[in-house]
């Protein structure tokens, strides 16, 4: 395998690394991995990279110290604007990972992956079967009629940061992989019409891709082993009306993992590079990521997150959770109030109102890998953390970071 220290894809030419230091003993200690919604897109595209550009910004030195609090070794931050030349990613590491936060110690990264997303690229139809097409990036509606939200292309994008070396060869996106090849795709209908499944044009559904943002399967070097970190951000349930086009999509965005994992129902995909089929039998993965689906409450399709809970190849036994979670909901109450879900592993600050705060965020790994603990970062308020994360409007994001430690 070639292992590099990876911008972007646009930097896959970059020079060969050796692989990183201490990577011998990783196979005799636990490796943190986590997942982060830091809510680092901007409204305006380029603006997080100038935002970046110097030490200063006050929300991303908050997100850096809750990372340098977590510290873990592979982590993934959705919604953080791409650029195809990986600036921000590096302008993050360098002007504030690089540097300690609020007394925390820096950390660093060596190796890092971004690639395209489906965010803000226009379609050239009428998604939102609203009468009009827009295909301009930032005019209202716009979003609407992109193949996945965004003002943007690449706005609310990801990337994934790790100690441990990344097999840039082996990296497979499904960014383009079509909605409609899906087999048993629970396509929206629109309620208007007595056909099924018609929300949706034949024309559009031939370009349609599934991922709002993209899925990406990155091989990362841990010890001896290479561990899938298999990354993704479906989305949010909502925002739609009868035909629920969103919930449908979330709900087979998540399932693309849940086929992928199993050798007998992943044969139908194809990755950007046109290579079919899922994960080879008896590979270790950990899937991470703002899966927008909360076991119990919200609104998601036909318990979407379930077809990763309930996976017979995934250990879901173990559930990150924190008191900050607990308190956040008894002192907001509203939907909280109603909720079937335990609070405590709650890893979102939703609205009051609706849906109320959720399990919104997962990191869950292979049975072939064993659960050493975990959590997730949200201070109780008399904690002299709890800064970080606040009451609405944050001072970092409404998600919060949740990691999960795993030996081989």
């Not at 935002?51 to 609090?69: C, F, H, M, W, Y």
């Not at 504030?96 to 690639?115: D, E, F, K, N, V």
């Not at 489906?118 to 509606?141: E, K, M, Q, R, W």
């Amino acid at each position: 395998m070639i292992f590099r220290r990876v911008l972007s894809v646009a930097a896959a030419a970059a020079a060969l690394l050796p692989l990183a230091p201490g990577t011998a003993e990783a196979a005799s200690r636990a490796a943190r991995f986590a997942t982060f919604n830091a809510s680092l897109n901007r409204n305006v595209e380029g603006q997080l990279v100038s935002d970046l550009s110097t030490p200063g910004n006050t929300q991303a030195k908050v997100i850096a110290e809750i990372i340098q609090r977590a510290r873990p070794d592979v982590l993934l931050i959705n919604e953080f604007d791409y650029d195809a030349a990986g600036a921000a990613a590096r302008l993050f590491q360098d002007n504030y990972l690089s540097i300690g936060q609020g007394g925390a110690q820096p950390i660093t990264y060596r190796y890092r992956y971004t690639a395209p997303s489906n965010t803000g690229i226009a379609s050239g139809f009428d998604l939102n079967n609203n009468g009009s097409v827009v295909s301009a990036p930032g005019a209202p509606g716009y979003g609407d009629d992109a193949f996945g939200f965004g003002a943007f292309p690449g706005q609310y994008g990801m990337v994934v940061y790790s100690k441990y070396p990344i097999d840039l060869r082996g990296v497979r996106t499904f960014q383009k992989f079509l909605w409609k090849d899906m087999p048993g795709a629970v396509l929206p209908d629109d309620p208007a019409t007595p056909a099924p499944a018609d929300w949706y044009s034949p024309e559009e559904l031939q370009v349609l891709r599934l991922s709002s943002k993209s899925h990406w399967d990155v091989p990362v070097r841990v010890g001896h082993r290479t561990v899938h970190f298999l990354v993704s951000h479906p989305t949010p349930p909502t925002f739609d009306g009868a035909e629920d086009r969103n919930g449908r999509r979330n709900h087979d965005e998540i399932r693309l993992w849940a086929d992928y994992t199993s050798p007998d129902r992943g044969g139908y995909l194809y990755d950007d590079r046109g290579r079919r089929g899922g994960l080879q039998p008896g590979e270790a993965f950990v899937i991470a990521g703002d899966q927008n689906a909360d076991p119990s409450d919200g609104d998601s399709y036909q318990g979407a997150i379930h077809q990763l809970l309930d996976h017979p190849k995934i250990d879901s036994g173990f559930a990150p959770s924190s008191a900050g979670a607990t308190e956040a909901a008894a002192l907001q109450g509203g939907a909280n109030a109603t909720h079937k879900g335990d609070p405590k592993y709650d890893t979102a600050d939703f609205a009051d109102t609706a849906p109320g705060n959720l399990r919104a965020d997962y990191v869950l790994p292979s049975k072939r890998l064993r659960v050493a603990g975990g959590g997730v970062f949200w201070p109780v308020s008399s904690d002299p953390l709890s800064r970080l994360t606040g009451v609405f409007p944050f001072p970092s994001s409404d998600h919060r970071l949740v990691w999960l430690d795993v030996k081989q």
